[in-house]
């Protein structure tokens, strides 16, 4: 058992349907194998365990480790190629640095720096987008496996309209996929993907082909693309008969609570409906829209829709792994809407960052918040002392004043420490002697 004593701040209520920022200076946590088994006033913790040891957090704030929701694991080797619009990119960029990941060695490698740049940002639960070739899921499962990180991850497939080397056929897909889940799915915080890439790449045979793998993986989670470019959504309808994106998963059955889309950038508002309708979720990506000049994302619709949204770096359409600067971009976006546009507070980007997150991948009843029965993912934000956050932080005047220099000045840099199911599994580029 360990007591951790820290100025905790999360969100344990939606902030888009009332809920406020939770913030509790000097409270105690008490870890108990993983779990957190008791919450409250520090002093309060300690007399009811004297003997148990404490972890003085005290400086900084503790918040629920973040979830990305949308992180594709090939790309982050070709991470800031800009300059050009979705399909250029995927032509020029993405697709020949995916087309390496044939060579097991070569994916082992990429998996490990992708890996490192989840820690790093402090990510702790990440729906991760994965390759095209089963032997380098395979090492990217490995690898996640080691690092002690909750990852969901599956298998890309495809069957038209890709280069060749990354098609395959609806049965091959089936029998590889299934092949992954029987080995990863449920071993230790690993969790399987069905994941098409996007019904764009994907004809109706092999959609259905991810529904059965959907149906027979009990747990697994379906994940794809959806309406992040004009251009792509006029070439689907075009392909699928005048179909809604949306509607090109939907026939399948492949959207339920246990569905996220990334992007959603330009939806109609009966594909909104539908979305809803299925409790599917959608990854906003902001960056990556931002970058690609995808557009900017309409929150207030999907929100008033009742459209479950949570976050996603993208990588490597984005900018990196730190969804502080995510949060921030999309606060960014809003403004840029104007009237369109839904405000954002620090309690929103919070709780896109990490509750929202947990939420849309199934998970909120284990992750996303520092509560009683949670899980102690968290991560320990403490800027190095004399760093613009720093002096921001000193003279907060509130918990949401505080947390909203963090989503503004925060970094990779400023995070000190990493847990996961009360395991710390990094520390910070900079320590103080006799800190954590
Ligand atoms: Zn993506």
Redesign the pocket.
Known sequence: MTLFRATVVDTPSNPFTGGRLRSDDDCGLLVQLGVITARGPFETLRRAHPDEPVLDLREGMLLPGMVDT?V?FPQVRIIGGLGLPLLDWLDQCALPEEMRLADVDHARGVARDFVAGLVDAGTTTALV?GAHYAGAVDAMFDVADQSGLRVTTGLVTSDRLLPEPLLTTPDRARAESRELADRWHGKGRLRYAVTPRFSLSASDALLEACAQTLAEVPGSVFTS?VNENLHEIREVARLFGGSAYVDTYDRHGLLTPRAVL??DVHPSDPELRTLAARGAAVAH?PT?NAALGSGLFPLRRHVDAGVRVSLGS?VG?GTGFCLFKEGLQAYFVQQLLGEAGLPLTSAHLLWLSTAAGADALGLGEEVGVLSVGRQFDAIWVLPEPGDPLAVGLANASSADEALSKVFALGTTSDIAGVWVGGEQIAAGHWRRPGRP
Do not use: E, V
């Open positions: 949308h594709h987008f693309h990334a992007h990506c990556s993208d359409a």
